[in-house]
């Protein structure tokens, strides 16, 4: 799989992505990144990429035309172009999987106060990392491409991120390793029976009581069977 990134700031893209896992699966030609300077394409002898917007306010908004010099050679080598955007769609784990089957991904950072209406032709979607305004689209970008990435063929074992919260409506349920005691709180007895069938209804138990008590609305969506259903019935009366 490819990412494309066009960035006024290459080197916050460059460096997180040079490391752990998504650095490894670079390396081992799993994914392939290409980085793409906004400022290549400036206006004028200052390499202008935005200016002031009509009809007055604050800030600076990103021209067209370096945006588009710099993506409509994305979308021709065949890119599902991706605008980082708060108006966009939010990252979900279903969106991530869905992007994860797609080829080449060219994702378009923005600046300032906003971009020109007219950029917005060129983008096939546009997804925001949640309801609040960061300085610019290079951190949503490397928060979807890690996202995005972990779920692709051989960068992870495909059993590390099938439990993972919010691949099956629910969150996670709780992890413990050694030591099997730590200050006076001791892991679990049924993690330590070895009865898999055991373990297995526990933890589905305590994915159901962790998305009862932190996330009620994901249940509505999530698929539920009658025995999930009677679980969280039995929980409620025991509270």
């Not at 409509?72 to 955007?85: K, Q, S, Y």
């Not at 378009?108 to 990392?129: K, P």
């Amino acid at each position: 799989m490819r990412f494309d990134v066009v960035t006024l700031f290459p080197e916050m893209i460059e460096v997180p992505l040079r490391t752990s896992i998504i650095g490894r699966a670079v390396e081992a030609g799993l994914i392939s990144l290409g980085i793409h300077e906004l400022r290549d394409h400036g206006l004028g002898r200052h390499r202008s990429v935005d200016d002031y917007p009509y009809g007055g306010g604050a800030g600076m908004v990103m021209r067209p035309e370096p945006l588009f010099a710099a993506v409509e050679p994305l979308r021709a080598a065949g890119a599902n172009v991706i605008l980082l955007d708060p108006a966009g769609e939010r990252l979900t784990d279903a969106l991530a999987r869905e992007l994860s089957t797609l080829p080449h991904l060219a994702l378009v950072c923005g600046r300032y106060e906003g971009i020109d209406e007219r950029i917005r032709t060129l983008v096939d979607r546009e997804v925001s990392i949640g309801d609040y305004v960061v300085t610019g689209g290079e951190l949503p970008a490397l928060v979807l491409i890690d996202a995005v990435a972990r779920l692709v063929s051989g960068v992870i074992a495909e059993a590390s991120h099938e439990g993972d919260s919010f691949a099956a409506g629910l969150l996670e349920h709780p992890q413990y390793t050694r030591p099997e005691e730590f200050r006076g709180m001791r892991v679990p007895p049924v993690l330590l029976s070895g009865h898999h069938g055991e373990v297995n209804a526990w933890r589905r138990r305590e994915a159901l009581r962790r998305t009862r008590d932190r996330r009620p609305d994901l249940l509505d969506a999530a698929a539920l069977t009658d025995a999930d259903r009677a679980a969280l019935e039995e929980m409620t009366r025991d509270a």
